[in-house]
């Protein structure tokens, strides 16, 4: 649910690079365990980690792991409403925290 849910906030969010949303986090640790599909893809995408580690210098890197996450977002589109869904009880549960007032 974690990885899914990231994706989706990285992708169609506001999310960036390496950020997540922590209401998710606080969501999933609150004892909340979405029922998970039971026939995930096969085929996961044409771009794999691999192509992520074979990159040789920083730039390279972050493009290849954008690659990687369109692939594997593209090849769980079938599940693309499921992580919405989640997201969206993710951040009912758990709102935004307010600012501390400490000085």
């Given at each position: 649910?974690?990885?899914?849910?990231?994706?989706?906030?990285?992708?169609?969010?506001?999310?960036?690079?390496?950020?997540?949303?922590?209401?998710?986090?606080?969501?999933?640790?609150?004892?909340?365990?979405?029922e998970k599909p039971a026939d995930l893809p096969?085929?996961?995408?044409?771009?794999?980690?691999?192509?992520?580690?074979?990159?040789?210098?920083?730039?390279?890197?972050?493009?290849?792991?954008?690659?990687?996450?369109?692939?594997?977002?593209?090849?769980?589109?079938?599940?693309?409403?499921?992580?919405?869904?989640?997201?969206?009880?993710?951040?009912?549960?758990?709102?935004?925290?307010?600012?501390?007032?400490?000085?």
């Amino acid at each position: 649910a974690a990885h899914l849910c990231g994706l989706c906030e990285r992708l169609e969010g506001e999310a960036g690079y390496g950020e997540h949303d922590e209401r998710l986090r606080r969501w999933l640790d609150g004892g909340r365990r979405p029922e998970k599909p039971a026939d995930l893809p096969a085929f996961r995408g044409t771009v794999t980690v691999a192509d992520v580690l074979a990159a040789d210098d920083p730039e390279n890197h972050v493009a290849a792991a954008e690659r990687w996450a369109h692939a594997v977002w593209d090849a769980y589109a079938p599940f693309h409403s499921l992580a919405r869904e989640w997201l969206a009880m993710a951040y009912a549960f758990a709102p935004p925290r307010r600012p501390s007032r400490r000085g």
